[in-house]
């Protein structure tokens, strides 16, 4: 045997005990989808129409407050539907000055449409909206992303489906815990520091007596927890526009309050703890409600200027604080999910699938090794060995990397199994014709190998192709069956050219051969 040939055996050896190593034992390196290992899958839709609401209530009190800067008396300025706001009694001596107050604050976002007697409507200008919709969308799928690989889930699944672009897919393998995952990922945990106008009272009557049994229009009623230790639910006017919102938190933390009770520090980033840090330097003595998920959490009386440092105190458990800095460190989703779809995947369906994916798959190598051996006869052993050592490569290159193992990905491994014979059988008839040119034996195996790889190589890089497009524009099943395609092209490619040449070399050195059972 000569030092060339040594060398390639060495080589197809190491490769094959490194897949097995890569793959072994597969119960704890072979990772299963949800569709094999059971678990839960979601489909949730994001409510963009919150998103815009909040955008025209921002710019409503953004230009109420700039209008009452400037001087300019309106009658009101009120939120009409989630693209509209409309401002009422401007005076007719200042409309001039309105116009170019109204172009500075929301001219950028919104058309204006004269009225009668001082009458303005500004609608949100369509590729704005559409822009903000997608903007929304993306966000909710990076939040819920961050939140779901939080919890620990080995490869989750998270895309945008639907026709219309607003529904986001979560699927989650091994789950146990459903309801936790629901709660965590559907938590808008939307965090906010609002002024305090009134309360707290009882009930919404006696805290709107003072204002006349009306809500403002820069106001909202939000209910709370008493601050007492009743716990009873209590009601607070608060400034609708927040002072800072959770998009400026930086990070959260579980800790405890000065009673040695569960609650969660968190920290600003430097514009949030400008902002509040003039906010509350203007208004000492009065109070501040911190608001998660439009429920007052608590509304201290400011003491002095706050800088970026702050607590959320509240009747919450160990868990509740762990979770809630979870999902604010996450970030807060930028509008309301509802579920479309729950499903349950049970381990037996995922049992049941393996076994009828191994027996499929088995099936089809004995089926083509039958087939190889009476076509090929002795040659065909060649083909055998070139295909298992194919799929026993493709197994390590998938737990190397970390793929997910999938029913269409098992699918892949019987194609797989079909790419391997197609190629051998390129090999080997390209031999056959070597062979009746009456060249010698090793000349016709070397010159089959060699005018055939270029045409094996051109098939496989052109389906590797298609396999990339699958994957990058794909979800769900089409990516675990493109995931298997890849690298079982790539481990074909290496056991039909390399593997089953070197096998043949090795038969051929060790004696003298005139014929070929092929």
């Known amino acids: 045997m000569n030092k060339n040939l040594r060398w390639k055996i060495l080589t197809a050896l190491g490769v094959t005990a490194l897949a097995v190593w890569s793959f072994y034992p597969p119960s704890q390196k072979v990772k299963l989808g949800l569709d094999l290992q059971g678990g839960v899958h979601l489909v949730l839709r994001v409510q963009t129409d919150d998103a815009l609401r909040l955008q025209t209530q921002t710019a409503a009190e953004r230009l109420r407050d700039e209008l009452k800067t400037q001087g300019i008396d309106v009658t009101d300025v009120t939120e009409v539907d989630p ?34 007697q001082g009458e303005y409507t500004f609608r949100m200008k369509p590729n ?63 965090l906010e520091w609002k002024a305090v106008d009134g309360g707290p009272a009882s009930t919404k009557e006696a805290l709107l007596q003072a204002t006349g049994g009306q809500v403002p229009s820069s106001d909202e009623v939000v209910p709370g927890a008493d601050d007492s230790s009743s716990g009873e639910t209590v009601y607070y006017l608060l400034r609708k526009a927040p002072v800072v919102s959770g998009t400026m938190l930086r990070n959260a933390r579980p800790t405890l309050d000065e009673y040695n009770k569960p609650a969660v520090s968190f920290s600003l980033d430097p514009e949030g703890a400008r902002r509040f840090s003039r906010f509350t330097g203007a208004n000492i003595g009065k109070r501040v409600a911190i608001v998660l998920d439009n429920r007052v959490q608590s509304a201290p009386t400011i003491q002095g200027r706050i800088g970026g440092e702050g607590r959320i105190t509240g009747s919450f458990s160990q868990q509740e604080v762990q979770d809630l800095s979870l999902v604010l460190k996450s970030g807060a989703l930028p509008a309301s999910l509802t579920y479309l779809e729950e499903r349950t995947v049970g381990p037996t369906l995922g049992a049941d699938s393996i076994r009828a994916g191994v027996i499929s798959s088995l099936g089809g190598l004995i ?21 298992m050592l194919n799929l026993v490569i493709l197994l390590g290159f998938m737990s190397y990397v970390g793929a997910v193992m999938t029913l269409p990905g098992i699918a892949g491994f019987i194609l797989t199994i079909g790419m391997g014979v197609d190629s051998n ?23 089959g190998f060699d005018r055939v790889f270029l045409t094996i190589l051109d098939t496989h890089v052109a389906s590797m192709i298609s396999a990339g497009f699958l994957f990058q524009f794909g979800t769900g099943p089409i990516r675990g069956f493109a995931t298997t395609l890849f690298f079982g092209l790539l481990s074909n490619l290496f056991t039909a050219v390399f593997v089953s040449r070197t096998l043949f070399e090795t038969y051929l050195s060790r004696r003298s051969v005139t014929t070929l059972s092929i």
């Not at 779901?148 to 091994?174: C, K, R, W, Y």
């Not at 002795?378 to 295909?387: E, F, H, L, P, Y």
């Not at 090999?427 to 010698?440: S, V």
């Open 83 to 116: 693209t509209t706001l409309k401002v009422t009694g401007v005076p007719g001596d200042k409309d001039a000055e309105f116009r170019r107050v109204a172009q500075d604050q929301v001219g950028a976002d919104y058309d204006r449409e004269p009225g009668v």
């Open 128 to 190: 704005i909206a559409v822009r903000t919709r997608q903007e929304t969308v993306t966000q909710a799928l990076q939040t819920i992303e961050r939140r779901v690989n939080a919890l620990g889930v080995s490869e989750p699944l998270v895309a945008v489906t639907g026709s219309a672009g607003d529904q986001i897919m979560v699927q989650l393998p091994g789950v146990t815990d459903v309801a936790r995952a629901k709660d965590i990922i559907r938590s808008t945990a939307v």
């Open 367 to 387: 089926t083509v090794a039958l087939f190889m051996l009476v076509y090929y006869k002795v040659a065909g052993i060649n083909a055998i060995v070139s295909v």
């Open 425 to 447: 059988v390129l090999i080997f008839e390209r031999i056959r014709e070597e062979l009746r040119t009456a060249k010698g034996v090793r000349a016709a195996v070397a010159a």
